[in-house]
């Protein structure tokens, strides 16, 4: 008699997540799912005005839900975001990557269905959100970065009229903003003409001479050209004054974020450089840093207070979103990629980011590239073996390391220096020779110093 066979049935996904609902972000309209055990009508369209939100979370609160997922679309999140989150809902943000539909099925319901099927089973991961100050923080560091960029397109602008008008200053002074330059322009715009006069706002830093600064100033004044420059001047100065008034905000909000955590800025540590980059900020960015965080970032080469405020703006002060140094790297793509179907490395190339954190700290690893540090010892090491690209990635993802470490452990930075490197560098290579030669039966000696010989 032949033993009955059981019959194994399908695994089932249980649901998590009692309360999940989904929206599908739109700009003229969103589509909100939910439980389709609790109401008869699961699927309902919103409006985006403010009162359309109101209305949105009302009928969530009424159904019981407590976490909404929602896809990062555009700039047209925002508002439903900060709208939930004030009414007590846990809102995340998804990757749209990550909650794709089945294809041939593409409706505004359908997503939004699926979407909350997704969330409820507990298969969805959120997106990094900072804290609402430091949100705050990045909105004002982002417009100011904005104005950054409208005022550098003024300052071309200037220099195709200086250039039109024959005036060859950005030959004999290095920045045309600078202390001489801009002397230099806003007298030929009040309409001074002599030479003597204009040579004579040479500051005693500018490395060209007096006569040079004539010879070049000696050019055609045609009216057309003196009034675009100096519709220019006015331009640069109006965001000039715009990012003076996004500092103040800055300022404000380092100063709150500060209040609450009483570090001492006598603890601070001895500046390492005194330079100050064009274009920062007019405060005194590295002690509000040091009031707010408790270390010194600038400490780390490559990050100067401005990029550091910049970075903190990104990734917040708090960085338990991220087990380990790795996980950081990962969230940045810095980290190499796994490409490893049937056991074979197809690749290990980087995944490409938007983020505006692994840019900065790509610029800091271009920076580094030319100082005489361990970092920058890395990087010229690795651009002449794998060439520059992968070089800065690298090292971008060194600084991030260490940009994790001081911050999540209070480590402190010390650089040991680019001979140090070498020769750290120098012994691991030896030591791996003389391990590959021991294994084919050989044995490495160092050569003895060879006499000098001399020559009659």
Request: glycine residues 6%.
């Amino acid at each position: 008699m032949m033993a009955k066979q059981k019959t194994h049935k399908p695994a089932v996904i249980e649901t998590v997540n009692i309360g999940a609902a989904a929206i599908d972000v739109g700009s003229r309209e969103h589509m909100a799912a939910v439980n389709p055990d609790v109401t008869d009508a699961p699927v309902r369209a919103f409006g985006t005005f403010t009162h359309d939100l109101h209305d949105l979370a009302d009928w969530f609160k009424s159904l019981g839900v407590t976490s909404v997922a929602m896809e990062s679309t555009g700039v047209y999140w925002i508002p439903a975001y900060e709208i939930l989150e004030q009414h007590g809902f846990e809102v995340i943000l998804v990757n749209a990557r990550y909650a794709k539909n089945v294809p041939g099925r593409k409706t505004d319901v359908s997503d939004a269905r699926w979407l909350r099927q997704l969330h409820s089973y507990g298969l969805l991961r959120g997106s990094f959100r900072p804290s609402s100050q430091i949100a705050t923080l990045r909105a004002y560091l982002r417009q100011r970065e904005r104005l950054v960029e409208y005022a550098a397109a003024h300052i071309q602008h200037m220099q195709k009229a200086l250039m039109e008008m024959n005036l060859q200053l950005h030959h004999v002074v290095s920045d045309i903003t600078g202390v001489t330059g801009m002397k230099i322009i806003r007298a030929i715009v009040a309409g001074e003409r002599d030479l003597d006069v204009l040579a004579s706002y040479r500051d005693v830093r500018c490395r060209a001479s007096t006569e040079t600064i004539k010879a070049a100033l000696n050019g055609n004044d045609r009216p057309e050209h003196v009034f675009a420059l100096t519709q220019s001047l006015e331009l640069y100065d109006f965001y000039q004054a715009k990012m003076l008034e996004c500092d103040r905000h800055l300022e404000t909000v380092l100063e709150t974020l500060a209040t609450d955590q009483g570090h001492d800025l006598s603890q601070m540590p001895k500046i390492r450089s005194k330079t100050k980059k064009a274009g920062a900020p007019s405060f005194d960015v590295r002690a509000a840093l040091f009031g707010v965080l408790g270390v010194d970032l600038t400490q780390i080469h490559g990050m100067e207070p401005s990029l550091s405020l910049k970075l903190v703006g990104e990734c917040g002060t708090d960085l338990r979103a991220w087990p380990s140094a790795k996980h950081f790297t990962s969230w940045l793509c810095l980290a190499p990629g796994n490409k490893i179907p049937g056991g074979k490395v197809l690749s290990s190339r980087t995944r490409r980011s938007s983020s505006h954190a692994a840019a900065l700290l790509r610029l800091a690893a271009v920076t580094i590239g030319r100082s005489d540090t361990a970092l920058g010892a890395f990087y010229r090491r690795l651009a002449a073996r794998a060439g520059k690209a992968k070089a800065v990635t690298a090292t971008a993802r060194k600084i991030a390391v260490l940009f994790y470490n001081t911050l999540r452990h209070g480590m402190t930075y010390q650089d040991p220096g680019a001979a140090h490197y070498e020769e750290r560098h120098r012994n691991r290579v030896l030591g791996n020779l003389k391990r590959r030669a021991k294994s084919f039966g050989y044995d490495l000696q160092e050569l003895p110093p060879q006499a000098d010989i001399a020559v009659f």
